[in-house]
């Protein structure tokens, strides 16, 4: 037997046994350590929007450097028309959930039109005379992070339209791991549209290639769409964003831990809004799960009224967690939801009707009720994973 027969053999077991050595085990770098899409732009593919009437959709963290996108484009005389903004707003100031009217952008004069208040989607009327969108949010990687339904209903809406789109690429600050029950689309809602799993391990510009290629638009639109790569990315990066990509997400702790405490967001758990640490906690006034203490209290611009404002609330600090990020699992953490809903004995009570949407189906609820460890839950995942896996490799761009 020669020896590269022994090699593919040997690969292959490797990993079937799933024990290959990972290029994946996350590395924690700076922002500036990456050149963004909108860089990359600004630097050598600004012929692209030079003399066409744009839009842009864009938030606080659409920075090209430590300057707005906006202004920068500004500055080169570019067009531009029309401001969208998504949840949280132009500037980034709005809670979760809040919805946003329209606004004039101070800095620049231009009219800003929300997409995430009267509209989630941009009108005819609000296209009308524009040659080309620019997109560029920034993404935390995570299902029920609302960025990338604001992308699938613009995408819909430039291809009703004929206009084209360019996507500005950003880093994924979860992409170095793929995990999470996959959507049924029984419980789509903006919070979850297609059938991807919690954490999907793509940038946004992959992941509007996935909408594009997998004709997944309403009634399998495919729109005009143009990807600014980045430089110097990996999948296999935790970058530190240098903003908030929303008001509750203010540390890199948070966004890495985002992905298992947001189930907490379905429950009559706290995960710290209304406090410095939100999404690094969780615990409950009535219930001692752990032996760290926080007060909910009224945050503006971040937690209005926030859950049991006023309230001492028992619980767990995992920011410790998180800073051992190269000795955890690269997977969703259940054991931290599971190990709750057994200790506080509320059962159904436990759950509100929301859950079932940020989890995109009723089985994981149905799963913790009926007492299933969290091996048996992962099992019930595994095939649908496999699926989306291979439907996710077609459209990397970071390979």
Known sequence: MSGRIIFLLTFYLLVALNLLPQDKIPVLINYSDIKTGAEVLIGSKIYLIRG???????????????????????????????????????????????????????????????????????????????????????????????????????????????????????????????????????????????????????????????????????????????????????????????????????????????????????????????????????????FIIGNFIFTPQSMPGKSLHPKYEGEACYGQNLTGYADNYKNNKQELNLTWLIESYKLVNKGSDFFTAYFDKLAGTDLLRKQIEQGKSEGEIRKSWENDLIKFKKIRLKYLIYK
């Open 52 to 286: 066409k009437k744009i839009a842009v959709v864009a938030n606080h963290a659409s920075l090209v450097g430590k300057t707005h996108l906006v202004d920068t484009l500004k500055s080169l005389q570019i067009d531009i028309e029309r401001i969208f903004s998504p949840e949280h707003g132009f500037r980034g100031n709005a809670e979760a959930g809040e919805m946003i009217s329209g606004e004039t952008d101070e800095k620049t004069g231009i009219e800003v039109f929300s997409l995430y208040g009267k509209y989630l989607k941009p009108p005819k009327k609000y296209l009308t005379g524009i040659d080309l969108v620019l997109f560029d949010l920034q993404d935390v990687g995570v299902r029920f992070y609302t960025y990338t339904s604001t992308l699938s209903y613009l995408m819909e809406s430039c291809a009703e339209n004929n206009i084209p789109l360019i996507v500005l690429d950003r880093p994924n600050p979860n992409g170095f791991y793929v995990d999470g029950p996959v959507l049924d689309t029984a419980f789509s809602s903006f919070i979850g549209l297609y059938p991807v799993p919690v954490v999907y391990g793509m940038t946004i510009g992959e992941y509007a290639q996935m909408l594009n290629g997998e004709f997944w638009l309403k009634d399998s639109l495919q729109c005009k769409l143009t990807i600014i790569p980045m430089k110097n990315y990996r999948h296999n990066m935790i970058v530190k964003l240098p903003v908030p990509p929303s008001p509750n997400l203010p540390a890199w702790q948070s966004v890495y831990l985002y992905p298992s405490l947001c189930f907490f967001e379905g429950t009559i758990m706290s995960v710290g809004r209304g406090t410095d640490y939100p999404f690094r906690i969780f615990g409950h006034p009535q």
